[in-house]
T-cell receptor
Framework: AQSVAQPEDQVNVAEGNPLTVKCTYSVSGNPYLFWYVQYPNRGLQFLLK??????LVKGSYGFEAEFNKSQTSFHLKKPSALVSDSALYFC????????????FGGGTRVLVKP | GAVVSQHPSWVICKSGTSVKIECRSLDFQATTMFWYRQFPKQSLMLMATSNEGSKATYEQGVEKDKFLINHASLTLSTLTVTSAHPEDSSFYIC???????????????FGDGTRLSIL
């Protein structure tokens, strides 16, 4: 069975500082990895994905993520956080062999302080 | 970009009422749509996969007769919570993937969710 772990329930960072949200996964087969962001009372917005190719993936709003196969990680990063980045972030994995179902991590709440 | 519209965004109703939630893909076709449930401060739990023109596939523990899913067209799926009770109160989110994109690795696009409150 596939699973996703986001070890931090909450990440606090000062505006302008680098932001990292951690994600590790466990799958059988080649993973498709995704990051989504959720604002209060809203659905999820797609940020970026890793399918194949370069391990460093660039996405929306200045976010990027690095796929590390040996560490089975897919950490989300932003060089300089904004207050408006405060939200709930979800890492997700999908494996073709598992019926292409998307499995989510527990979510990490990011709070960017001015 | 791909847009998924979910309606209504908020429902408050009495216990015993049936509630229908609509999910539409506005600018793409989706042979498959997904229904999730999210409890406060928790992750999304997949309830069922909606398949256009055929029966939905429900996850283990989800009552088929309680949560009726219909996917009558390539752009519309509905979830009906039948005889809703307070324990059905939750945030329901639908999602769809562009079936016309030609790539199985396309991201899922999500609606804005429906907050259901049963009194």
């Amino acid at each position: 069975a596939q699973s996703v772990a986001q070890p931090e329930d909450q990440v606090n960072v000062a505006e302008g500082n680098p932001l990292t949200v951690k994600c590790t996964y466990s799958v059988s087969g080649n993973p498709y990895l995704f990051w989504y962001v959720q604002y209060p009372n809203r659905g999820l917005q797609f940020l970026l994905k890793y399918i194949t190719g370069d391990n460093l993936v660039k996405g929306s709003y200045g976010f990027e993520a690095e796929f590390n196969k040996s560490q089975t990680s897919f950490h989300l990063k932003k060089p300089s956080a904004l207050v408006s980045d405060s939200a709930l972030y979800f890492c997700a994995v999908r494996v073709k062999a598992a019926g292409n179902k998307l499995t989510f991590g527990g979510g990490t709440r990011v709070l960017v302080k001015p | 970009g791909a847009v998924v519209s979910q309606h209504p965004s908020w429902v408050i109703c009495k216990s015993g009422t049936s509630v229908k939630i609509e999910c539409r893909s506005l600018d793409f076709q989706a042979t498959t749509m997904f229904w999730y449930r999210q409890f406060p401060k928790q992750s999304l739990m997949l309830m069922a996969t909606s398949n256009e023109g055929s029966k939905a596939t429900y996850e283990q523990g989800v009552e088929k007769d309680k949560f009726l899913i219909n996917h009558a067209s390539l752009t519309l799926s509905t979830l009906t919570v039948t005889s809703a009770h307070p324990e059905d109160s939750s945030f329901y989110i639908c999602s769809a993937r562009d079936s016309g994109a030609g790539q199985p690795n396309q991201p899922q696009h999500f609606g804005d969710g429906t907050r259901l409150s049963i009194l």
